[in-house]
């Protein structure tokens, strides 16, 4: 079949925007999103503090491929393709660990772990041709920022702070929480949804779905006696923003605030003064009172409630079925009280058995089904369109995505939609 | 024996298994509020990470555990899930749980140790799952009988997938 053309109606002049929802059901679209977007674009492979001593791995998947995320003898990080050049099998298979040496135990070749090919059984039947040399461990581009390590496929990928454009601002925001490094927390969420990974990057970013979506959730809070950040979003505060190349942020002032003890606010005013201290009031307010959501293209999200920061990625196995790794990054030098209470709120919105996020799953998967109506070709999402300071409850940041999408489909160039960056906002909002 | 001794060895594995029947049998009717009255008021409720289903204890402030709720929290989940508007769960679930495997595990003091297999179904919109693994249970004997005071559910899946969620009470 076809792929449909034009995949987005992006009509700037009229304030329209439409996805044609082959997108989300396409066989075809999926595996040219395989060959365009996940073997080209930088992906998040994991953060910095999972592998904390010399030798340590874990083992996930990144663009489709199974990889060893590691830290080598040296201490350097590195991302191995899993997969024997000799015969192909996986050279490691435990999930984590740690260890200086893989080894297939199909035949017996093992490598160390910096990749190089370190033994071959009966090594002496090659030909004087076989270069030992050219069979390590097969390795992607790797770079990182600020803890965030991403790899690609691609030779031609730019470099990773030029493709991270202006999220790499929102990245800084994240890591300046800790003078002593940000931590992924021990605990992954590992779980699936039966519905396209593109809805999910929308999903992550959007302010308009929250109140009918999560008003079980909200109201809860209230129950409780708080005022959980994001309520105010409807009132039409916050931004959401063009951060460039597919990125984008819905950032709103935390006016809430969570399950918490007295200690734990008093403790909250001393990590603020702390960040006054280190990067001055105006940066220390974007750090501890601004909740952002970002979506980095094409699968990584980060979501910063104050209260927790959940990182996400995804990816497809078919169209509509979606495999999603959830983790929680805390400052790492907080109270153990204070990681309770931001793994107490964190566990109670998110995750799979969360709060919220089951009824983000249910969402999701009805939209899927709902897919199944093909005479309704187009979704929209102009909501806001044309607005230079769009409120988070408007749609920029899903029609970022959406337009760097279709510019790797299908090679369009496009323009960012509103006003660039600036943080003079929160003296409007405060 | 002193007396308080003399009642814990009362409490037998038919006793117990008599109480998680009836617990069961609460969720799959999805009569929420009579469970939560299983509970005692310190009790906890727990689902550990898949990754980490051998962890000790899935305290919060080490651990990103899939639930870790104590009585306050859990009497939210439950109004919450018996609204029209929790939308993972209406229209409701229809579960069902098999367990298998009751073993006394130990006791102490007023307090005895169980374990226990599980099965457990969640069917919804022509979907159906299985979530499979092992109860972990302190009960508290009172005068009114067993009441829960922690119960963790450890998933011996290593990922939700096909389930996607875990909406339901597990």
């Given at each position: 079949?076809?792929?449909?053309?034009p995949?987005?109606i992006?009509?700037?002049?009229?304030?329209?925007?439409?996805?044609?929802?082959?997108?989300?059901?396409?066989?075809?679209?999926?595996?040219?999103?395989r060959?365009q977007?996940?073997?080209?674009?930088?992906?998040?492979?994991?953060?910095?503090?999972?592998?904390?001593?010399?030798?340590d791995?874990?083992?996930?998947?990144?663009?489709?491929?199974?990889?060893?995320?590691?830290?080598?003898?040296?201490?350097?990080?590195?991302?191995?393709?899993?997969?024997?050049?000799?015969?192909?099998?996986?050279?490691?298979?435990?999930?984590?660990?740690?260890?200086?040496?893989?080894?297939?135990?199909?035949?017996?070749?093992?490598?160390?772990?910096?990749?190089?090919?370190?033994?071959?059984?009966?090594?002496?039947?090659?030909?004087?041709?076989?270069?030992?040399?050219?069979?390590?461990?097969?390795?992607?581009?790797?770079?990182?920022?600020?803890?965030?390590?991403?790899?690609?496929?691609?030779?031609?990928?730019?470099?990773?702070?030029?493709?991270?454009?202006?999220?790499?601002?929102?990245?800084?925001?994240?890591?300046?929480q800790?003078?002593?490094?940000?931590?992924?927390?021990?605990?992954?969420?590992?779980?699936?949804?039966?519905?396209?990974?593109?809805?999910?990057m929308?999903?992550?970013?959007?302010?308009?779905?929250?109140?009918?979506?999560h008003?079980?959730?909200?109201?809860?809070?209230?129950?409780?006696?708080?005022?959980?950040?994001?309520?105010?979003?409807?009132?039409?505060?916050?931004?959401?923003?063009?951060?460039?190349?597919?990125?984008?942020?819905?950032?709103?002032?935390?006016?809430?605030?969570?399950?918490?003890?007295?200690?734990?606010?008093?403790e909250?005013?001393?990590?603020?003064?702390?960040?006054?201290?280190?990067?001055?009031?105006?940066?220390?307010?974007?750090?501890?009172?601004?909740?952002?959501?970002?979506?980095?293209?094409?699968?990584?999200?980060?979501?910063?409630?104050?209260f927790?920061?959940?990182?996400?990625?995804?990816?497809?196995?078919?169209?509509?079925?979606?495999?999603?790794?959830?983790?929680?990054?805390?400052?790492?030098?907080?109270?153990?009280?204070?990681?309770?209470?931001?793994?107490?709120?964190?566990?109670?919105?998110?995750?799979?058995?969360?709060m919220?996020?089951?009824?983000?799953?249910?969402?999701?998967?009805?939209?899927?089904r709902?897919?199944?109506?093909?005479e309704?070709?187009?979704?929209d999402?102009?909501?806001?369109?044309?607005?230079?300071?769009?409120?988070?409850?408007?749609?920029?940041?899903?029609?970022?995505?959406?337009?760097?999408?279709?510019?790797?489909?299908?090679?369009?160039?496009?323009?960012?939609?509103?006003?660039?960056?600036?943080?003079s906002?929160?003296?409007?909002?405060? | 024996?002193?007396?308080?001794?003399?009642?814990?060895?009362?409490?037998?594995?038919?006793?117990?298994?008599?109480?998680?029947?009836?617990?069961?049998?609460?969720?799959?009717?999805?009569r929420?509020?009579?469970?939560?009255?299983?509970?005692?008021?310190?009790?906890?409720?727990?689902?550990?990470?898949?990754?980490?289903?051998?962890?000790?204890e899935?305290d919060?402030?080490?651990?990103?555990?899939?639930?870790?709720?104590?009585?306050?929290?859990?009497?939210?989940?439950?109004?919450?899930?018996?609204k029209?508007?929790?939308?993972?769960?209406?229209?409701?679930?229809?579960?069902?749980?098999l367990?298998?495997?009751?073993?006394?595990?130990?006791?102490?003091?007023?307090?005895?140790?169980?374990?226990?297999?599980?099965?457990?179904?969640?069917?919804?919109?022509?979907?159906?799952?299985?979530?499979?693994?092992?109860?972990?249970?302190?009960?508290?004997?009172?005068?009114?009988?067993?009441?829960?005071?922690?119960r963790?559910?450890?998933?011996?899946?290593?990922?939700?997938?096909?389930h996607?969620?875990?909406?339901?009470?597990?």
């Amino acid at each position: 079949m076809a792929i449909q053309s034009p995949l987005i109606i992006d009509d700037r002049e009229r304030g329209l925007f439409r996805v044609h929802r082959s997108a989300f059901t396409s066989e075809e679209i999926l595996a040219l999103e395989r060959e365009q977007i996940f073997s080209k674009a930088w992906l998040y492979v994991g953060h910095e503090s999972e592998l904390p001593k010399p030798n340590d791995f874990v083992t996930r998947g990144v663009g489709g491929r199974p990889v060893i995320f590691n830290r080598d003898r040296d201490g350097r990080i590195r991302v191995l393709l899993n997969t024997c050049r000799h015969r192909g099998a996986e050279v490691c298979r435990l999930s984590s660990g740690n260890s200086k040496v893989f080894a297939c135990f199909y035949h017996g070749w093992a490598y160390d772990n910096t990749g190089r090919l370190v033994s071959v059984p009966d090594g002496d039947a090659y030909s004087a041709s076989f270069d030992r040399g050219q069979l390590g461990l097969y390795q992607p581009r790797v770079e990182s920022y600020r803890g965030f390590v991403f790899a690609t496929f691609s030779d031609e990928a730019p470099a990773l702070v030029d493709y991270l454009a202006d999220a790499r601002y929102f990245l800084d925001i994240i890591a300046d929480q800790s003078a002593n490094g940000m931590e992924i927390v021990a605990g992954t969420h590992y779980y699936s949804m039966n519905a396209n990974w593109k809805l999910l990057m929308e999903n992550s970013v959007d302010g308009y779905h929250a109140l009918t979506v999560h008003q079980t959730y909200f109201e809860m809070m209230m129950n409780l006696g708080t005022t959980p950040p994001g309520v105010d979003g409807q009132r039409g505060i916050g931004r959401g923003i063009d951060l460039g190349n597919g990125h984008a942020v819905a950032m709103n002032p935390e006016l809430g605030s969570p399950i918490m003890s007295p200690d734990i606010l008093e403790e909250k005013r001393r990590w603020r003064a702390s960040l006054v201290d280190r990067f001055g009031e105006e940066h220390a307010t974007l750090i501890a009172n601004v909740t952002r959501n970002m979506d980095i293209f094409p699968n990584f999200a980060i979501v910063d409630l104050g209260f927790g920061i959940q990182v996400r990625t995804m990816f497809p196995t078919a169209p509509g079925h979606t495999e999603i790794v959830g983790w929680q990054l805390v400052p790492g030098d907080v109270s153990d009280a204070h990681k309770t209470y931001r793994l107490d709120n964190s566990l109670t919105f998110w995750g799979p058995a969360g709060m919220a996020t089951p009824d983000d799953v249910e969402g999701l998967e009805q939209c899927q089904r709902g897919f199944a109506v093909k005479e309704v070709e187009w979704s929209d999402i102009s909501r806001g369109m044309g607005r230079d300071m769009p409120p988070i409850v408007d749609e920029l940041q899903m029609r970022v995505f959406w337009r760097e999408w279709n510019a790797r489909l299908t090679g369009a160039s496009y323009q960012r939609e509103g006003a660039p960056h600036d943080s003079s906002y929160l003296g409007a909002a405060t | 024996m002193t007396d308080v001794q003399q009642e814990q060895a009362a409490v037998t594995r038919a006793g117990v298994e008599d109480f998680l029947y009836y617990e069961a049998a609460l969720l799959d009717e999805w009569r929420l509020e009579e469970w939560l009255d299983l509970f005692t008021e310190d009790a906890v409720y727990e689902i550990p990470a898949t990754d980490l289903p051998g962890h000790v204890e899935s305290d919060t402030s080490r651990t990103y555990a899939l639930v870790y709720e104590r009585r306050t929290l859990l009497e939210q989940r439950v109004i919450r899930l018996k609204k029209p508007t929790a939308h993972a769960e209406f229209p409701h679930s229809r579960t069902r749980r098999l367990l298998t495997n009751v073993r006394i595990l130990g006791a102490a003091g007023d307090e005895v140790m169980a374990s226990a297999n599980f099965i457990v179904f969640r069917g919804r919109n022509g979907r159906d799952v299985f979530y499979v693994g092992r109860y972990e249970y302190v009960l508290r004997r009172g005068s009114d009988g067993l009441k829960i005071r922690h119960r963790k559910a450890v998933l011996d899946q290593a990922t939700l997938d096909p389930h996607g969620k875990i909406s339901i009470i597990l």
